[in-house]
């Protein structure tokens, strides 16, 4: 118990001095000598003392007996173990001698790495954003309205990828639902892009520089109104730039913790959409700019766990590759790439698996308004990455009603799209 003293004891010794008291030494008295008074004064306390202690030195010697570790038993099917092999040996202490040698390592556990997770992406056909699609988004006042039958699936993957063949701008007016080749959208298609999920669009295309009403390139304003307009709703524009460094420069987007890099090229209308170090365009594609195109692949592994390349290529409604496009493909495909995915023949061309990566030639149309009935059937192209590493690939069959939507294909529909996708890759084989 703390002791309390008087509230005067704190000034300090004024109190004990009004309370003085007369003190005597008292005679000196041994230890033993107190020790026996207090015992002959107090003799049933002492007895009680004495054998508090000695239960205490008992209890305490039989405690130290039982200082080994328990050993916990529990039921089990197994045979019983002895006690000879529950016996635990002591310890043995050894007086260190000297700090280990230079060459000691110490090992840890080995750390256990998270299981890879499935990551699944989907690469759609060309996409006009201008003429009647535009025309149709419009009139319904809706710019959902192309992706409304193919948008939960679409953006269910974990990235999907499209490519635009054309621009999104409201700096000029936008391409009517007629006869043209300068294919531009209103600023609102972005939102039907954004409602069907994509992530990274492919703009190194043949029609990068379409400028509507003002022509031709228009010094790369339209294009970099495109890019802009992709930007603010989060989705990756690849492929062309105000410069040829920005133009080859790859889009780079983790996933479950993969990165996956993306490049666009354009193989179409040469030096009349390529950049160049001072002039705005599309990363080109040809046979002189190959073996730049594999070292920027080869760059793009060093910063990727994927790579994933997009060209632009190949001669329109033709359904199978021409000997460039296989040529490139297996360049790219050796310099690190893990897929080719090809636009541009607006019809479906044989995919072809090569050691290393697979080549999708070209997926065809995805929203567009082109009469040929071939056009208007077209894949979506799956492909599942278990980590980094490729497990699975197939073909979402897809067609486009008559209000240019994409829809996919009935039971019969596919059958027949991939029936023909089948016999494409095996001429492609017999060549």
């Known amino acids: 118990m703390p002791v309390s003293w008087p509230a005067s004891a704190s000034t300090g010794s004024s109190w004990f001095q009004n309370n003085p008291m007369t003190y005597h030494d008292p005679p000196p008295v041994s230890s033993d000598e107190r020790i026996l008074r207090w015992f002959t004064k107090h003799p049933l306390v002492g007895i009680v003392l004495i054998s508090s202690v000695l239960l205490t030195v008992y209890l305490f010697n039989w405690g130290s007996r039982n200082d080994q570790p328990r050993v916990e038993t529990t039921a089990s099917t197994e045979p019983a173990t002895s006690l000879v092999e529950l016996s635990i040996a002591p310890t043995e202490v050894i007086a260190p001698t000297a700090m280990p040698s230079a060459d000691y390592t110490f090992n840890p556990l080995p750390t256990v790495s998270p299981a890879p997770v499935l990551t699944r992406l989907l690469f759609t056909g060309d996409i006009n954003p201008g003429r009647c699609p535009a025309q149709a988004a419009r009139l319904a006042d809706n710019y959902l309205f192309p992706y409304q039958y193919v948008a939960d699936t679409l953006s269910a993957a974990d990235i999907t990828v499209g490519s635009l063949d054309g621009t999104i701008s409201d700096l000029v007016t936008s391409t009517p639902c007629e006869i043209s080749y300068n294919l531009v959208g209103p600023s609102r298609t972005v939102n039907g892009l954004v409602y069907a999920g994509f992530d990274v669009i492919s703009v190194a295309t043949n029609h990068a520089l379409d400028c509507g009403n003002l022509g031709w390139r228009c010094d790369g304003k339209i294009m970099d109104d495109t890019r802009h307009n992709l930007l603010a709703v989060n989705i990756q524009p690849v492929g062309d730039g105000d410069s040829l460094l920005l133009a080859e420069a790859p889009v780079i987007i983790e996933r479950n913790g993969v990165r996956f890099a993306f490049l666009g090229v354009n193989a179409i209308s040469g030096d009349a959409t390529w950049a160049t170090d001072t002039q705005p365009g599309t990363a ?87 009469a040929p009935i071939d056009t208007n059937e077209s894949v979506v192209f799956e492909a599942d990455f278990l980590g980094r590493r490729l497990v699975n690939w197939q073909l979402l069959p897809v067609r486009i009603n008559n209000k240019f939507q994409p829809v ?21 084989n017999v060549r």
């Open 284 to 370: 080109p594609l040809s046979d002189d700019t190959i073996d730049q195109v594999t070292r920027n692949i080869q760059a793009a592994r060093a910063m990727a766990d994927v790579v994933i390349v997009m060209p632009h290529w190949g001669v329109e409604y033709t359904d199978m590759p021409d000997a460039s496009q296989r040529t490139w493909a297996a360049q790219m495909i050796a310099a690190g790439a893990d897929l080719v995915i090809g636009n541009h023949p607006h019809v479906i061309q044989p995919v072809e698996s090569l050691p290393g990566g697979v080549v999708a030639y070209a997926l065809g149309n995805f929203v567009f308004d082109q």
């Open 408 to 428: 996919w294909a009935s039971p019969l529909e596919a059958a027949s799209i991939l029936q023909r996708i089948t016999q494409a890759a095996l001429d492609l």
